[in-house]
Structures are given as C-alpha cells and as structure tokens.
C-alpha cells in the first residue's frame, strides 16, 4: 500500500518506520521535506522517502495527518486534491487548542479537503506505544471511528501491521469527539494523573 505521512514529528516517524517494516512504501510530505528537524528520521528510513506535501499526496491512495492540531487547517488546505483518497486523522484538540470552528479536527478536514472519507485512528495512546506495542505477553489495542467500512477495513490492517493486536470499530463520523475524548483520557492518566507513558489499553472479554 503507499501510504503518505504528513507530520514527521514521533506519531509519523513511528508509524513510518513500522509500516515500512510491514512492507508498505511510505512517502513523508512535509513543508521543507529535508529541514534539520526531518534529518533524523531520513537518516533512518531513506531521504528518498521525503517530499513536499502535494506530491506525497499525489502519489498515495491513504494519507495519515499527524500535525499539531492548531495548524490541521493550513495543513490540509495543503494536500492539493484528495479526492477519492483516504485520510486518517491522528490529531487531537487538547484544551482547546486546535482548528478554530471546529469541534475535532476530523471535522476540520472533512470541511477543508474534497475527501469524503476521514477515519479517526492512532489517536487514543502516546507514539511510545507505536514504537513499542508490547506489554510483556500482549500487544495493546487500538480505536477507530469514521463512516466508510471499506476504510476503516483498511485502517484496522494498517493497525496490525504496526504492531496492534486489534483495532475496535467504535461508530461512525459521529464518535469523533468521542475518540479526541478518549485520547484525552489518556493523556490526563499518562501526564495529569503521574502514571507516565508507559501504559495504554487492552480490551479484554469474556
């Protein structure tokens, strides 16, 4: 699958270097695609993989979004056309801080690019996590939200593919404010509560 990352900070850098793993091409678009803060990550997945943002988009049918959430707009009023393409959103509005208007930043894509399909996934835990899915002899569990079920198959693979055991389908369009809240609710046990970032979450059933 060719997938684009646009953010290269630790969700894109983790993502990319599992999926690349997994077998998947990984093209990261980003503003100044070789800038001192993109040359750590070239180094290790290949400085041949980064681009500037529209043709990284051009080139792939499924395009992760992990920018800080104040500049989602700018960022996808940058991806050029989007039709008919995939865009997962990894952002969070935390305490306010985000796309002005907008109650998630799901919405905010969906209002500001011509794709009509957003599925809202590697949201709720911290890049450590992505790095490392492992809790001694289980993996941990992931969420995803969005409307289209073919696009959330997709997505739920991608989440195996970086190291997921599962990834649970909690609803359409509608639960994306549920999923920036879920997001929320780790970082307030992680960071606010003092239990660190070294924990994440496991659905277990009997």
Not at 129 to 136: C, I
Request: aromatic letters at 8%; a neutral charge.
């Amino acid at each position: 699958m060719n997938i684009a990352i646009i953010g290269s900070g630790n969700v894109g850098g983790a993502l990319a270097k599992k999926w690349i793993k997994a077998g998947h091409t990984v093209i990261i678009g980003a503003r100044l695609p070789l800038s001192d803060k993109n040359i750590t990550l070239a180094t290790q997945i290949g400085e041949d993989r980064f681009t500037s943002i529209p043709h990284a988009v051009e080139q792939c049918e499924v395009i992760l979004i992990a920018a800080p959430a104040p500049a989602c707009v700018d960022v996808v009023k940058s991806l050029g056309d989007t039709s008919g393409k995939i865009i997962i959103d990894a952002m969070n509005i935390v305490m306010g801080r985000g796309p002005q208007g907008y109650n998630t930043t799901a919405e905010a894509i969906l209002t500001n690019t011509q794709s009509k399909t957003v599925v809202k996934c590697f949201n709720t835990t911290g890049f450590n996590n992505m790095e490392n899915t492992r809790y001694g002899e289980q993996s941990l569990d992931l969420f995803m939200a969005g409307d289209n079920k073919d696009a959330k198959a997709l997505v739920r693979q991608l989440a195996i593919d970086a190291g997921f055991a599962e990834c649970y389908d909690v609803g359409g369009n509608d639960k994306f404010a549920l999923m920036e809240q879920f997001a929320f609710f780790w970082i307030n046990l992680a960071m606010m509560q003092g239990q660190g970032r070294e924990m994440g979450f496991k659905l277990l059933k009997r």
